[in-house]
């Protein structure tokens, strides 16, 4: 299917902000908003981002990409992904001024960017939002990094025959050795993203809150070989509610074997859009309004 794209410059909070529209010559009523996280602008890293955007157009699905405050093109501080609310509420109300067509919306974010999807929809409850694609989420915290750490480094390191060739000719520095295992061993009892009385949940809790209560569909990609990937993937386990969601009916995941954390080749991207386009087809739009 034919598309034109467009440049278009939005408000948010007195800045102006850059975004890219891609709209198909027949569009679906359903759009992508493509959140982007840093330290990256509108096309994406192996301009993943761009390339997309254009796979679903071909679909038929109208896609906006833009710039977030301080990044590429657009004006402003720079803002991590806990403050991005407001540039994607306004990126939602300029893609949907630009394409009157559109009256649901799918998040699709990587890494921090889909945390920033989580925790937007945490704090608004956006009723437009019917979709949400979450790319190797951001959990990070010294509790899951400990935890990832212990399972998948250490328990890989066991099975090495140079890890024991050393130990056993004495090299490998077992004093050193086991004193980091015993931080990482400590740090991964704590709870992740732990919150005393009275203090504002953490943005993990947060996640996890929007994942369980999203009553949308959510389409959960990981790659398989990313470090990012296992750790949200420790941290859902480590959760009652993170638990619930993975388990939810309207959460469908997809595991790309081998594919590292931005899915740097032209084969794992191509996994990534038929995977969403395969979604957005099946679950979001017999959905939508």
């Not at 630009?98 to 704090?123: E, F, H, M, R, T």
């Not at 608004?124 to 990070?140: A, E, F, K, Q, Y």
């Not at 309207?250 to 191509?270: I, M, P, Y």
């Amino acid at each position: 299917m034919n598309f034109i794209e467009q440049a278009i410059v939005f408000p948010c909070a007195g800045d102006e902000l850059l975004g890219i529209v891609a709209t198909p010559e027949q569009p679906n009523k359903t759009g992508v908003l493509v959140v982007v996280g840093g330290p990256q602008y509108r096309a994406g890293s192996h301009r993943q981002f761009l390339l997309l955007s254009r796979a679903l157009a071909i679909a038929g699905y109208p896609v906006m990409r833009f710039d977030h405050s301080g990044m590429g093109d657009s004006t402003g501080a720079l803002e991590n992904f806990e403050a991005l609310n407001d540039n994607i509420s306004a990126a939602i109300g300029a893609f949907q001024q630009k394409c009157p067509n559109v009256i649901s919306v799918v998040l699709w974010g990587l890494c921090d960017a889909a945390s920033a999807s989580l925790l937007y929809w945490d704090a608004t409850h956006d009723s437009r939002i019917t979709g949400i694609v979450l790319l190797n989420p951001w959990v990070r915290s010294e509790a899951t990094l400990a935890r990832t750490h212990i399972k998948h480094y250490y328990g890989q390191r066991l099975l090495e025959v140079e890890f024991w060739r050393k130990l056993l000719t004495g090299k490998l520095g077992i004093g050193r050795a086991l004193g980091c295992f015993l931080t990482s061993f400590v740090l991964a009892r704590q709870a992740t993203g732990s919150t005393s009385a009275g203090v504002t949940l953490s943005f993990q809790k947060r996640m996890m809150r929007a994942l369980k209560e999203f009553q949308g569909q959510v389409l959960l990609i990981l790659s398989g070989d990313d470090f990012t990937a296992k750790e949200f993937i420790e941290a859902i386990r480590a959760d009652s509610v993170g638990v619930a969601a993975l388990d939810g009916s309207n959460l469908k995941r997809v595991d790309v074997a081998g594919a590292d954390h931005t899915f740097s080749s032209a084969e794992w991207r191509q996994s990534v859009e038929v995977a969403t386009i395969g979604w957005l087809g099946t679950h979001v739009t017999k959905y939508a309004k």
